[in-house]
């Protein structure tokens, strides 16, 4: 069993940065892909990026360039660098977990979930 939670977000004007961060509870924090997705009022839960468990990451079109993801396997957390936010950043950011995974944004191959944490971009 394993249960994240994330903390970092918050409120900031268009082109600032946030980083949010999500520590795993449990052991073989290594062995799991970690996944950043998110999700804005009336949308679906769209996958934002992924750093899988042999080191690979994968990003959201929308996000190249502007987020970074990455993980610090000792602290059993994984992080996303938010670079020059945009207005449709906006959303509620979860952070998730797949034991083995592929990195991909699939979310239904994500097993654990945390309760997400609020990033608002405002003009």
């Known amino acids: 069993q394993v249960q994240l939670v994330e903390s970092g977000g918050g409120s900031v004007q268009a082109g600032g940065s946030l980083r949010l961060s999500c520590v795993a509870s449990?052991?073989?924090?290594?062995?799991?892909?970690m996944g950043w997705f998110r999700q804005a009022p009336g949308k679906e839960r769209d996958f934002v990026a992924a750093?899988?468990?042999?080191?690979?990451?994968t990003y959201a079109d929308s996000v190249k360039g502007r987020f970074t993801i990455s993980r610090d396997n000792p602290k059993n957390t994984v992080y996303l660098q938010m670079n020059s936010l945009k207005l449709e950043d906006t959303a509620v950011y979860y952070c998730a977990a797949d034991r083995y995974g592929l990195g991909t944004g699939d979310r239904w191959r994500y097993e654990y979930w945390g309760q997400g944490t609020q990033v608002t971009v405002s003009s």
């Open positions: 449990g052991s073989s924090f290594s062995t799991y892909t």
């Open positions: 750093f899988t468990w042999s080191g690979g990451s």
